[in-house]
């Protein structure tokens, strides 16, 4: 069967997702619409979990939820075993509604409320992400019987960009402290010290990031700052977090290095460099978000209607917006897209699909190749799972999709879709 971005396309011409054509998903539950496959989330974690582990090293895959978050996705991570990174209450507050096991939870954030942190320790989250030393005096004044794991949040000075990496020499980031810094020592001593379990180190150097030497350059660091702290303090940096930022493939000119192969490169490299170096590291980790759920998402919208301008750029009005797809509008995104109803067609048209917001930055793609494109036919956009329903928001009163799962024969809402009454309910 032919396919597109790895779905099946049926007889009829239409996409699939599942066993499910896109034209009756969008009959039975409308648009604008978030499908989420649940078949590749999942296999996509039995990858990274299979990808990401070594005889000679304790290994943890952490999801994080900033990319996708709900009940639902709680639960899927629980089934399979990762653990989660949550950066607010918000995050927290789902997957403990979800009955995820606080012990697998790690809460970031480089500026955690007094409330966040008291809830923290209520539900007993099994570890905090320190950022910096006022976070946490705020945290061991807090603290008065449950004491969670700590890591510190590093700055390696290793920024990764999409196609590279570079070394600041300036570090000023607002995420953590400088590896640089001899603060950054006194304060790993005093957390040394107080009742809390010092277990390490946490860095992330940036998403979307496409080179294995950023990775290897920044999981060196890492090591090497665990050396200095244990030759200048005697202390052990049990875990090192390397964080997220695995880069997908969104378009065709996206090169993307084979993950499987950049996690054993990575882990090659780390066990290397800590027997080199006779260190005490027993476990690494990783925070993957966008590379668990982005190409297991899909967003369907129905073309209301089109336009040719005075200029002749052919614009496709679609029903949803950058309320539903921030990522055009706010980094220049690229995303491919189908006709779903009907995928295969000469394409002899370029368009623009622009979305129903007031702003003329709200664009879903720029000039895409498409067959002739109707009143009513079904766009797909693709690779849609991270930061789209997560980044969503109500900008012109719009109202928030519905977000599907997909597996197979099954199809269910795992998110309703909003109404009327969601967006005055808070209004008074
Ligand atoms: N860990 C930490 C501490 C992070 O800050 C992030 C992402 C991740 C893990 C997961 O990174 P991933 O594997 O998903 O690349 N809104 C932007 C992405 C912001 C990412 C922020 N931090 C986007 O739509 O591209």
Do not use: W
Request: net charge negative.
């Amino acid at each position: 069967m032919e396919k597109v971005h790895n779905y099946n396309i049926n007889e009829s011409n239409e996409l699939m997702i599942g066993n499910f054509s896109a034209k009756n998903l969008v009959e039975t539950y409308q648009t604008p619409l978030y499908v989420m496959d649940e078949h590749r989330i999942v296999e996509n974690m039995k990858n990274m979990k299979q990808s990401f582990s070594q005889q000679s090293l304790k290994t943890e895959v952490i999801f994080a939820g900033k990319a996708f978050l709900t009940k639902a996705m709680v639960k899927l991570i629980k089934e399979n075993n990762l653990s989660l990174d949550v950066v607010s209450i918000g995050e927290l507050y789902t997957a403990i509604s979800a009955g995820f096991d606080p012990k697998n939870i790690y809460f970031h954030g480089n500026n955690k409320t007094e409330e966040e942190i008291v809830y923290a320790l209520n539900v007993e989250v099994g570890t905090i992400i320190i950022d910096h030393k006022d976070e946490f005096e705020l945290l061991s004044s807090l603290a008065t019987n449950y004491y969670p794991h700590l890591l510190l949040r590093i700055n390696t000075g290793v920024e990764a960009h999409t196609h590279e990496y570079i070394k600041t020499t300036h570090h000023n980031s607002k995420f953590g402290v400088s590896a640089y810094d001899d603060k950054t020592l006194d304060l790993i001593n005093m957390i040394n010290q107080s009742p809390f379990d010092f277990m390490g180190i946490h860095a992330h150097i940036g998403s979307q990031i496409f080179e294995i030497s950023s990775f290897q350059q920044h999981t060196i660091e890492m090591i090497e700052f665990s050396y200095k702290v244990k030759q200048k303090l005697n202390v052990d940096i049990n875990y090192i977090n390397l964080g997220g930022g695995f880069g997908i493939k969104y378009t065709d000119e996206d090169r993307v290095p084979n993950i499987k192969e950049m996690l054993k490169e990575v882990l090659n490299t780390a066990d290397e460099h800590i027997k080199k170096l006779n260190l005490n590291i027993k476990k690494l980790m990783i925070e993957p978000g966008r590379s668990i759920v982005a190409d297991a998402g899909v967003t369907l919208y129905s073309v209301g209607s089109l336009k040719t301008t005075y200029g002749q750029k052919n614009y496709i009005f679609v029903d949803g917006s950058m309320a539903d797809h921030m990522r055009t509008a706010l980094y220049q995104a690229k995303y491919e897209a189908v006709i779903a109803n009907r995928v295969n067609g000469e394409k002899n048209t370029i368009y623009t699909i622009a979305g129903k917001a007031c702003e003329s930055g709200d664009m879903i793609i720029h000039d895409i190749k498409l067959p002739e494109v109707k009143k009513n036919d079904i766009i797909a956009v693709f690779t849609t799972g991270a930061y789209h329903y997560s980044m969503a928001s109500n900008y012109n009163r719009l109202l928030k999709p519905a977000v599907i799962f997909v597996n197979q024969d099954k199809a269910r809402i795992v998110v309703k879709r909003e109404t009327l009454k969601d967006l005055i309910r808070n209004d008074l």
